[in-house]
């Protein structure tokens, strides 16, 4: 029970840095008392010492040359939020290497190198903590550590992307196309100018690899994450799925069960009774299944300066608190499960297809033909003469559970088919 | 990092002491894993050795007599799962006083007596962990304590008590009055023989002390909460809350501000845009302002043998690392903030209310002037005529914020005036 002040370093000051800093000072008194030690930011890590930043610090705290902070023994913890794999792997290695403590936002990077980076860290008896990596104000991570430590989750769904979540939710309520509601959201600060890696799920898949590896005590990586974005989603598509009951939503699931484990990010029908579906807007959740204790789900706000660094903070509390207690590098997460990937064969799912048909006599018949063949029943059939032509309908189906390889097989011989116009959409169906 | 084997005295072996001991029998391994620690269930003392069991256990395991319990030296852990103030309460302190560690999901004691306990732990350099205590399957107690441990929590909103909130989502769907659904609730389990705790607010009103000492650091009493039940709620009642866009629950407020902290529990009118009112059946949920993060919620089953079983494990799971790691008794959330009670005068919320009138000139403006003394303001007013009697019309009323010392005034003089027939209800407005 040793120090009276904890020295932090904090590399990158951009949105979430500046946050840090903000909460730091506005939160010194609460955190002195939660921890009896005074929070002191030593130095920080910029990129561009001319950049105009809207907190201004003490002359002398910025600093470009990344030794002086991971060389300097006054520093007991590095933040690291400046994001992005390189440099900040080297940066956080070398901190650890050091001794020092770390405590990052990273999510590309621990999507990636999570658990090498979390061995490292015991093997130098060194807290490495990643709060604000998934759904920034949710304290997920926490949660599925130590909350669900005594039971065994077999499913977690999240709603793990603000800004793909803003889309959806523009494009349900007021039945605007992709584009025009992906501009909305740039206006308004909630995409990025490039907005791919939200658009096309990675960002999703990142915090998902990083929700299965904790919840299911196994190493999985971002590349083992099957995604699939939602650029190609239609307003026609949103319109069949409210009336069928269900709300469109990009969600991740993380299942395991006998065969193993799948990891997925893709648009996805939510029922509109499933507490997914109310999660509206920017915000996040992730919603838990527990063998033992059945449903759970965690909502908040997913991105943000201050979200953001509430969970950077909370976990430094957790750090600092190890250090006095001389416990650190004793909480990490390590992976005590093998890592077994399910085929899609043995990956079930209910699926939502609309297809175009021939209006004529038999067709239906062939179609439920192919899916019994492949063992697939069906849960709902609708069907309205298309607009587009009057010699073809417009046939919407929803499955009972299928395996992935049975609904990809119909596919294709839907597609080879003469008398399906096209396959307009196929998205799984969840609750 | 000494033991290979914890012990455990059980205290109690009804519903949760039963799903503790299934579930410390079938994670076993996992438990294992998780703290490098067999953990062996030692003893379970019970009341009457005659009852009949649904889950029966090793011959002389089961005793009536607590000496040989609380005596043992080989028992590191108590978990006590009996409820209600005594013996519970001197079984707790022997317990700590022999150095042993406590898990327990008794919130009746823990409303009344938590700090004093928590204190005593601290003193024995023993934990005393209480996760189960408060909404069964929800880790609230950790995410609060830890999860928030960075942020300053200035609001808490739960509906805590499934019993009550299966009965008002009933009489909510069906229309069925309040004695109907609490019969069914009675029927299905969800509801004791003698429902009064739960139906009078009190149930949750303990919940809410627990939850309110924790989040604000200082010690709440159950007796510091303001308490009202559901028995008086009718359909009528609910059918205008609908047409207005709110649902109505039994919620439980803990707030603080500048003036100090304010804790109730009563029925309340939720908008229909708020994630609580989603929150239907025998569900918990926790929702949770903080000044950094902005709104957050945390759902999921708030009962039942296993939900609440896997509660006391993860508490037990952290006990055992705590001992591992020697710190026990060094994470007891003491409170430190002074207890600052607010006055009727600094209560602010919003108010329904609904009035049989006189329909006649002159009543909405005398009304209205008697509201503005006070410095009440409407938001919606809404009129029809009353069907029990054509001369007299039905006005409802939701106000601006006001406080409630001034609500208060106001109903006392609409209860006096001679155009008022009757004050038919007044509820608190949320979201």
Redesign the interface.
């Given at each position: 029970m040793g120090k009276k002040e904890v020295n932090i370093g904090l590399i990158g000051f951009g949105t979430v840095g500046t946050?840090v800093v903000r909460?730091v000072h506005?939160?010194q008194e609460?955190?002195y008392?939660?921890t009896g030690v005074s929070i002191h930011i030593e130095r920080i890590l910029i990129k561009d010492p001319l950049k105009e930043r809207p907190l201004s610090v003490q002359h002398g705290l910025l600093t470009t040359d990344p030794s002086t902070l991971l060389n300097d023994p006054n520093i007991d913890i590095v933040i690291e939020v400046m994001g992005g794999i390189e440099p900040a792997k080297t940066y956080i290695q070398k901190a650890l290497e050091k001794g020092k403590h770390v405590v990052t936002a990273n999510k590309d990077l621990m999507a990636l190198y999570g658990d090498e980076l979390l061995q490292l860290a015991a093997r130098c008896g060194c807290d490495l903590y990643y709060?604000a990596s998934v759904a920034g104000?949710?304290?997920i991570l926490?949660?599925i550590t130590?909350?669900?430590?005594?039971?065994?989750i077999t499913k977690m769904i999240g709603i793990v992307n603000g800004t793909t979540n803003y889309i959806l939710t523009k494009m349900m309520r007021e039945a605007v196309s992709f584009e025009e509601a992906l501009k909305e959201a740039q206006r308004l600060g909630y995409a990025e100018q490039d907005p791919t890696s939200d658009v096309d799920g990675l960002d999703a898949a990142r915090k998902m690899a990083i929700l299965a590896s904790l919840g299911f005590?196994t190493g999985i990586n971002v590349d083992d994450v099957s995604c699939k974005g939602i650029g190609g989603i239609t307003v026609e598509d949103l319109n069949f799925a409210k009336q069928l009951g269900y709300t469109m939503k990009l969600v991740g699931i993380a299942k395991r069960d006998e065969w193993g484990i799948e990891v997925s990010v893709e648009p996805t029908l939510v029922k509109d009774t499933h507490?997914l579906a109310?999660v509206n807007d920017v915000?996040n959740a992730v919603y838990v299944y527990?063998e033992?204790?059945?449903?759970?789900?965690?909502?908040?706000?997913g991105a943000?300066e201050?979200?953001t660094?509430?969970a950077?903070?909370?976990d430094?509390?957790?750090v600092v608190?190890n250090i006095q207690?001389?416990?650190t590098g004793?909480?990490m997460p390590l992976s005590?499960s093998e890592k077994v990937l399910k085929g899609k064969e043995t990956i079930y799912a209910k699926f939502f297809l609309r297809l175009i048909v021939q209006d004529e006599c038999g067709v239906l018949a062939k179609i439920a033909e192919w899916m019994a063949e492949e063992e697939i029943s069906l849960e709902k059939v609708f069907q309205k003469p298309y607009i587009g032509d009057q010699s073809q309908a417009e046939l919407i189906l929803v499955t009972h559970f299928a395996s992935k390889k049975s609904i990809e097989h119909v596919l294709d011989l839907l597609k080879q088919s003469d008398f399906i116009k096209e396959v307009k959409s196929c998205y799984r169906v969840e609750g």
């Open positions: 946050g909460l506005a939160y609460d955190l008392k939660q709060e104000g949710i304290p926490k949660t130590d909350g669900f430590s005594s039971d065994r005590h507490p109310a915000f527990g033992a204790v059945g449903e759970t789900m965690f909502y908040g706000p943000g201050l979200p660094a509430t950077v903070l909370s430094l509390v957790s608190k207690l001389g416990v004793k909480h005590y």
